[in-house]
C-alpha cells in the first residue's frame, strides 16, 4: 500500500507555525518601506522599492496650488532566493506533533536568514554615528530620551532594540508603558530584534521613519514542469508582509520526501537622513 501525504496537514501546520515561530522574530520588518515583486523573480534581480525622502515646499496664501511636489526616489534592491530544505520521514507525516516541530525548527532558520538580510545596509558607513552608544548594563529606559532627540526631526520613529536593552523597558506595574504599545515613551512603534548578524559589529539596534530601511520581496523563478512534479507548493503569509513558499516532493533519488520553504528577499538603505544606529558601547 502506498504511503500518504496529507497536503492539508501540512498547510495548516506551516500556516500556524509562521505566525508563532516568526511573528516575534519578523514582524517588525512592516514597520519599512517594503515593495512585492508581483512576478516570480530569479536570484540576483533588482527590484525597485519606491521612498519618499522630502515632502513639497509649504506656502502662505498661495495663488497657485499646483507648485512644487514631494521628493520620491526608487531604491534597487537586490534580491536572492533564501530557502531551506528538509527531509521528512512518513512517521512524521503521520503524526501531526513531529512535524510541527521539524517545520518550527526549520521556520526559525528561515527567520534568522531573514533577519540578516534585512538588516545589512544597517552600517555606519550608510547611516553614520549611533544615535547612542551603551553597554545593556547601563541602558536604562532614559536612554530613550537620548536616542529621541537625535531622532527628533523623523516624522515618524520607528525603534527597534535587541533584547538585552528591552528587557530594561519592560513594565515594573500596571501602570508601566508596555514597550509594545503605539506611543510609548514617544515613539510610534518599539520592538525587539534578537540577531543582528547581518548588520555592522556592535549594532544593536535602529530608530528610524518607514523611508530608513527598503525592503523587497517576492516569489522564487521556478520551472513549470518542475512545479507540476511538486505534491505540493503554496504560498505561506509571514508576518512583517513577507510571503514564503512551501513546497513538498518525493525524490525519485533518494525514496524519500522532502519540503522546502523559500522567498526572494533583500534590503538596501532608504533615505540614510532619516535612520539611526544604536551601537553596544564596545
Known amino acids: 500500500m502506498a504511503n500518504t501525504f496529507d497536503a492539508d496537514l501540512v498547510s495548516e501546520i506551516v500556516h500556524s507555525q509562521s505566525l508563532t515561530t516568526l511573528g516575534p522574530v519578523i514582524g517588525a520588518v512592516e514597520a519599512f518601506a517594503h515593495d512585492v515583486e508581483p512576478d516570480p523573480v530569479s536570484p540576483g534581480s533588482s527590484v525597485k522599492v519606491g521612498i519618499t525622502t522630502a515632502g513639497a515646499t509649504a506656502g502662505t496664501n498661495p495663488t497657485n496650488y499646483e507648485t512644487g511636489d514631494s521628493t520620491k526616489e526608487k531604491r534597487d534592491v537586490v534580491v536572492n532566493e533564501l530557502s531551506v530544505s528538509f527531509h521528512v520521514t512518513q512517521s512524521q507525516m503521520n503524526k501531526g506533533h513531529r512535524l510541527r516541530s521539524l517545520i518550527r525548527k526549520n521556520m526559525q532558520s528561515i527567520g534568522n536568514s531573514a533577519r540578516d538580510t534585512v538588516f545589512a545596509p544597517l552600517t555606519v558607513a550608510k547611516y553614520g554615528a549611533a544615535a547612542l552608544d551603551s553597554t545593556a548594563a547601563n541602558f536604562d529606559a532614559g536612554d ?139
Open 144 to 282: 530613550l530620551k537620548t536616542i529621541w532627540a537625535a531622532a527628533k526631526d523623523f516624522p515618524t520613529k520607528h525603534l527597534l532594540l535587541d533584547g538585552a536593552y528591552y528587557a530594561k523597558l519592560l513594565p515594573t506595574n500596571a501602570e508601566s508603558f508596555r514597550p509594545g504599545q503605539t506611543g510609548a515613551y514617544g515613539y510610534d512603534s518599539i520592538g525587539v530584534n534578537n540577531r543582528w548578524d547581518g548588520a555592522d559589529s556592535g549594532v544593536v539596534g535602529f530608530v528610524g521613519t518607514t523611508d530608513a530601511l527598503a525592503i523587497a520581496s517576492g516569489e522564487p523563478v521556478m520551472d513549470d514542469a518542475i512545479l507540476n512534479l511538486m505534491d505540493a507548493y503554496e504560498e505561506v503569509e509571514l508576518p512583517g508582509g513577507l510571503t514564503a513558499y512551501v513546497a513538498s516532493w518525493a525524490s525519485l533519488t533518494t525514496r524519500s520526501r522532502w519540503m522546502s520553504i523559500g522567498l526572494m528577499l533583500g534590503a538596501a538603505e532608504g533615505d540614510t537622513t532619516a535612520g539611526k544606529l544604536i551601537t553596544d558601547g564596545s
